[in-house]
């Protein structure tokens, strides 16, 4: 009775903490953030509730990316109390070793890194897609110029086609010179179609001066009717999610059909590996910030010199982080690589631990 008594005072002192800061970091980033966008806000006439409700969207990603922070803060906050009151100093006293301190707060953790997961895969993923809808428009330039695409091309709907253009008008549906190419497949023949321009009439897209290409054979057509479902901007271009508004489900999927096209199969490996690296730094960073809290002492300095040091230790993780997603985005396609930081992290813990005797 006695040590159930105990996990739930420690238990207690972490939620209240974790709440507290979990509270103060979302509040304080959405202000910041809310500072820098203010002046797009009041351009594009966004009322008050559509930006209290971008805002409501905005939180369940805040809440993922800082669940780290806000861990390693609520044990610094939780545990130097208890320590600046000599209650850690009285339970080792007691015969209760930090082991046994921490294990409740292990299973916390462990919750919150399952139910952050949870909210990421169920939560994020739909959210995402707006977040982003709303990000373009509020940095949409108010000049016509914007309203024209420069060179770039596309992939279709089907993942093997591939659509160019020289330029693109957005608010008339207009392509300059478009190409589209498909490889052969085992139902049809390579297809080749090349235009001077198209138009959007009807509901569908009309080519003019039109070169098709089927195999070897070529024919030559004027004001062409093309059937192919063609989604160009400002529309989703490829009809594929974002990677972060996938599930792990709609990612294994994605990278068994992109398998031939590298690039992007590595973007939704990587993604595939970030849904799992924070919440489960929710569990490693225990181990690392317990020990450093412990052996601060007892007093008021020893409390704001633990707090400091999860700091440090959280923006190293960070740097860390976006610094190896960053290499595994650009030049090394290993996406496990992101696992660096937690592994490090882990391993100090357990050794901070087994010192801590």
């Known amino acids: 009775m006695r040590i159930r008594r ?4 420690v238990v207690v002192r972490f939620l209240a903490a974790f709440f507290a800061v979990m509270v103060g970091c979302v509040f304080l980033f959405s202000m910041f953030d809310f500072s820098l966008r203010a002046a797009r806000f009041i351009q594009n006439d966004f009322t ?16 993922v990316l800082f669940l780290p922070l806000v861990v390693t803060i609520a044990i610094a906050w939780s545990i130097g109390r208890l320590a600046r009151d000599n209650e850690i100093t009285a339970m080792r006293a007691a015969g209760v070793g930090p082991a046994r301190i921490a294990a409740p707060l292990l299973v916390v953790c462990g919750l919150l890194a399952v139910a952050m997961f949870v909210l990421n895969e169920r939560v994020v993923t739909r959210t995402h897609d707006y977040l982003e809808e709303e990000s373009r428009l509020l940095h949409r330039k108010p000049s016509k110029e914007e309203e024209i695409l420069p060179s770039q091309y596309f992939y279709t709907d089907d993942k093997r086609g591939k659509l160019e253009f020289a330029s ?3 608010k008339n549906r207009i392509m300059v010179e478009p190409t589209w190419r498909r490889p052969a497949t085992a139902g049809s023949p390579r297809l080749y179609i090349k ?6 009439i009807g509901g569908t897209w009309w080519l003019f001066d039109v070169q098709v290409k089927r195999g070897d054979r070529l024919q030559r057509q004027r004001d062409k009717r093309i059937m192919y479902d063609w989604d160009l901007p400002p529309e989703y271009i490829t009809g594929e999610k974002d990677p972060r508004s996938m599930t792990i489900g709609e990612l294994n999927r994605a990278i068994r059909r992109d398998a031939e096209f590298p690039e992007r199969a590595r973007e939704y490996r990587l993604e595939r590996h970030l849904k799992l ?3 489960m730094l929710a ?3 225990l181990p690392v910030a317990f020990p450093v809290v412990v052996r601060m002492g007892t007093g008021r300095r020893p409390v704001t010199a633990a707090l400091g040091t999860s700091l440090l230790l959280c923006f190293g993780y960070y740097v860390l982080y976006i610094g190896l997603t960053a290499v595994v985005r650009k030049w090394v396609d290993f996406p496990p690589l992101v696992w660096v930081p ?7 813990g357990v050794l901070m631990f087994l010192r801590m005797g």
């Open 6 to 9: 105990l996990d739930r005072h």
């Open 48 to 63: 008050i509730l559509r930006v209290l409700q971008f805002y409501l969207y905005f939180a369940p990603e805040l809440l």
């Open 168 to 170: 693109y008008d957005v």
């Open 195 to 200: 235009a001077s321009r198209a138009e959007w």
């Open 277 to 279: 690296v924070l919440p």
């Open 283 to 285: 569990c490693l960073m």
């Open 342 to 348: 937690n592994l490090a992290y882990g391993t100090a």
